[in-house]
């Protein structure tokens, strides 16, 4: 029974009582360069206005060809210009569907109510 209870107490203490030698690694945070894939994907699939969805979508696989290369400037410079070309796919395409909306609710149902009531008048001549 005491060869157990010592076992016991040895436990929580260290068997070699070599230096403890600690190593630390410094890991510079990288700089986060967003390359606007997705956003640019959705432009051209949706919103490809004069193929700026597409264009977008081009220069966003560069940059992220550039980031995985480490050319982060690069990438920075690809990257804006994706952005401001998925902006700009982005404002057109609502206008364009914004403007066909208008089109199918108000313009529509007038020209067709004209040409009804033309066809009407016609008839009785």
């Given at each position: 029974m005491i060869?157990?209870?010592?076992?016991?107490?040895?436990?929580?203490?260290?068997?070699?009582?070599?230096?403890?030698?600690?190593?630390?690694?410094?890991?510079?945070?990288?700089?986060?360069?967003?390359?606007?894939?997705?956003?640019?994907?959705?432009?051209?699939?949706?919103?490809?206005?004069?193929?700026?969805?597409?264009?977008?979508?081009?220069?966003?696989?560069?940059s992220r060809d550039r980031k995985m290369a480490g050319d982060m400037t690069g990438a920075q410079s690809y990257s804006s210009t994706a952005k401001c070309l998925n902006i700009w796919a982005l404002v057109l395409?609502?206008?364009?569907?914004?403007?066909?909306?208008?089109?199918l609710v108000f313009v529509l149902p007038a020209v067709l109510y004209a040409i009804l009531q033309a066809k009407q008048n016609n008839r009785g001549y």
């Amino acid at each position: 029974m005491i060869n157990r209870e010592q076992e016991m107490a040895n436990w929580g203490t260290p068997q070699i009582s070599a230096p403890v030698t600690t190593t630390v690694v410094n890991i510079q945070p990288e700089t986060a360069v967003p390359d606007h894939i997705v956003w640019s994907l959705f432009n051209t699939l949706f919103f490809n206005v004069c193929c700026l969805g597409f264009v977008a979508f081009a220069y966003s696989v560069k940059s992220r060809d550039r980031k995985m290369a480490g050319d982060m400037t690069g990438a920075q410079s690809y990257s804006s210009t994706a952005k401001c070309l998925n902006i700009w796919a982005l404002v057109l395409g609502l206008l364009g569907t914004i403007g066909f909306i208008v089109f199918l609710v108000f313009v529509l149902p007038a020209v067709l109510y004209a040409i009804l009531q033309a066809k009407q008048n016609n008839r009785g001549y």
